[in-house]
């Protein structure tokens, strides 16, 4: 493949054509650890640039996988181990933020980081409000579909996509969509590109909605005798509070002990209870509704459940982020106390501590070695449902991972009528399970659809 390289390299130049060893062992990881060897990495800096390498990558018969900012957890922006495939960061694709502030929008490349759009559209008064522990680019939160622990008021990121520019297989570059909030003139073909991986196409720019940013939040720290009373909790939130709830999350006390371990400084919401789960809900409020109105609510919403034989053994409310900070520590946490094996599921929001239970009583008949550190969305049904193989027993053994995910993917998909992938995207981690799980006809329908989008030559690879 030396003919490629030195194709890529006189289109790009030898500093955005990488070769070396070292640096693309840094391209062979993700959020979740190495995956893959590529042959090289490219960093176009403009659409055209990236449509010219994608024609080159198909001259070659080289498959050509995009990569964001590589905070991704299902290998999506990962070369396989041939050797042979062609890692296109998006990273080159900033450029200027341009903030629409009257029609509540943000164009921008899609390389540009949430974090960086979230700063510029402050000044605006406005965000993108979809929140993670990672600071993704804009697109890969894209072709991943991203959701995150707003979702419940909010949504996913399909919501808040108005228009993207698109390079196809064939190196075409589209504009899809428009800035208009209404607009049902044409097909909404870049549907077609919003949680693809990259398989369609790959997002070079984007327009975005935004939304107002909250003046006020304020969180509540339920601790709960029993995980099952959750859902419960969660019903009435909303019934209680409406479109003021935008976020409620669920931990096992597991979770929350490794946050608390890890981070130093972090403290215990609950250093005088033992709490057998750990539920967090999110108000958010305007001029109209502010921090202490919304303290009010919540400790007068929580006062029934913590009377004798409540569902909350105690309650803590904190307008200072606290509490994100613990929820946002697990993930760092959990992987400091073993080798972690994710799934990353949603069942129907009323099965979820149900499932919950049959996968923990299952997981402890199995392999009563793994410590279940589970976390995830009660909100809309999402559940990271992680073990941890302590480093204290050494490696962990040859195909236990694979042997867990088919037990847990199994139970939430064939008894709950679930899902393996409920944010993260399939991704090379997870090929094997769709082409078990998912129904032959809609793997037909969707390979049908895809090879609309494929060149006679060139191939993109989940990205």
């Known amino acids: 493949m030396e003919p490629l390289i030195a194709a890529l390299t006189a289109l790009l130049g030898p500093k955005h054509v990488i070769v070396d060893p070292p640096d693309l062992a840094g391209l062979a990881r993700d959020g979740r650890g190495a995956f893959g060897r590529p042959l090289c990495a490219v960093r176009p800096a403009t659409a055209a640039l990236v449509a010219d390498a994608l024609r080159l990558c198909g001259d070659f018969s080289a498959v050509a996988v995009p990569r964001g900012a ?3 957890l299902s290998g999506g922006g990962c070369a396989d181990d041939s050797g042979s495939q062609v890692v296109i960061l998006t990273d080159g694709l900033g450029g200027a933020i341009e903030i629409d502030a009257a029609n509540r929008t943000a164009t921008v490349g899609a390389g ?9 559209a402050r000044d605006h008064g406005l965000f993108l409000p979809i929140d993670l522990g990672a600071d993704p680019s804009i697109g890969g939160m894209i072709a991943t579909n991203t959701g995150g622990a707003r979702l419940l008021l909010h949504g996913d990121m399909r919501r808040h996509v108005r228009a993207i520019e698109v390079v196809l ?7 899809l969509g428009s800035p208009l909030w209404k607009d049902n003139s044409a097909l909404d073909l870049k549907q077609m590109f919003i949680g693809a ?3 369609t196409g790959i997002v070079t720019g984007a327009t975005i909605a935004l939304t107002p940013l909250p003046r006020h939040q304020v969180t509540a720290m339920l601790a709960l005798a029993d995980a099952r009373s959750a859902v419960d909790l969660l019903l009435s939130a909303e019934s209680h509070f409406g479109t003021l709830l935008t976020a409620f999350e669920g931990m096992s006390m597991a979770a929350v002990q490794a946050a608390l371990d890890h981070v130093p400084g972090l403290a215990s919401p609950f250093p005088h209870a033992q709490p057998g789960y750990v539920a967090m809900l999110e108000l958010s409020g305007n001029a109209v509704c502010d921090t202490a109105t919304l303290e009010t609510a919540l400790a007068e919403w929580c006062a029934p459940f913590l ?3 409540g ?3 105690d309650a803590v409310v904190d307008s200072g982020g606290r509490h994100w900070a613990v929820r946002h520590a697990i993930t760092e946490g959990i992987r400091s106390r073993g080798s972690v094996i994710a799934c990353d599921i949603a069942v129907r929001r009323g099965d979820i501590m149900a499932c919950r239970a049959h996968l923990l009583t299952e997981v402890a008949a199995r392999w009563p070695d793994l410590a279940v ?4 969305h009660i909100g809309d049904g999402g559940l990271h449902f992680n073990l941890v193989w302590p480093h204290q027993l050494g490696a962990a053994p040859t195909g236990l991972a694979e042997a867990v995910r088919t037990c847990v993917f199994d ?4 008894h709950y009528g679930g899902s393996f992938s409920a944010e993260h995207g399939v991704g090379p981690r997870n090929i094997d399970h769709y082409r078990r799980l998912v129904p032959t006809s809609i793997q037909t329908l969707s390979t049908r659809i895809t090879d609309q989008f494929s060149a006679p030559n060139a191939i993109l690879e989940q990205g």
């Open 307 to 309: 009377q004798e034989e």
């Open 411 to 414: 139970i939430v998909v064939r």
């Open 197 to 199: 991986g990259g398989t």
């Open 373 to 376: 550190h589970d976390f995830g």
């Open 169 to 175: 297989n064939d190196g075409e570059i589209v504009q």
């Open 70 to 72: 590589g905070t991704g």
């Open 311 to 313: 569902p909350v053994i």
């Open 112 to 120: 540009v980081r949430l974090s960086a759009l979230n700063a510029a």
